[in-house]
């Protein structure tokens, strides 16, 4: 869902953009950023959501076993998702400034 609205997002924008009779340099890059958040999603749905599915499977996230190098795999992924989402926020809030 975040793929699609983002990409709608980043068209509508775009469209806005392209019918004002001047351009600012701070929607210009207030767009750029939405356009960044969108390929941000877009990694995240392609490229880490499915690593991080394939090293949960056969884990057992109950009981684990002390030392068990694929939680390590596991929480290097997370943190690589984690660390996504939160350039993404960083750069919403940006593009948010930048047009108010």
């Known amino acids: 869902m975040e793929?699609?609205?983002?990409?709608?997002?980043?068209?509508a924008g775009a469209l806005l953009l392209s019918r004002a009779p001047t351009v600012s340099h701070k929607s210009l890059a207030a767009l750029l950023s939405v356009g960044v958040m969108w390929l941000i999603a877009l990694a995240q749905y392609t490229w880490a959501r499915p690593r991080m599915s394939a090293a949960t499977k056969e884990l057992d996230l109950v009981n684990r076993?002390?030392?068990?190098?694929?939680?390590?795999?596991?929480?290097?992924?997370?943190?690589t998702y984690v660390a996504l989402d939160f350039v993404r926020v960083t750069l919403g809030l940006a593009a948010l400034g930048l047009w108010v």
């Open 65 to 79: 076993q002390p030392g068990d190098a694929r939680f390590d795999i596991l929480r290097r992924w997370h943190k």
């Open 3 to 11: 793929v699609i609205l983002g990409a709608l997002l980043v068209a």
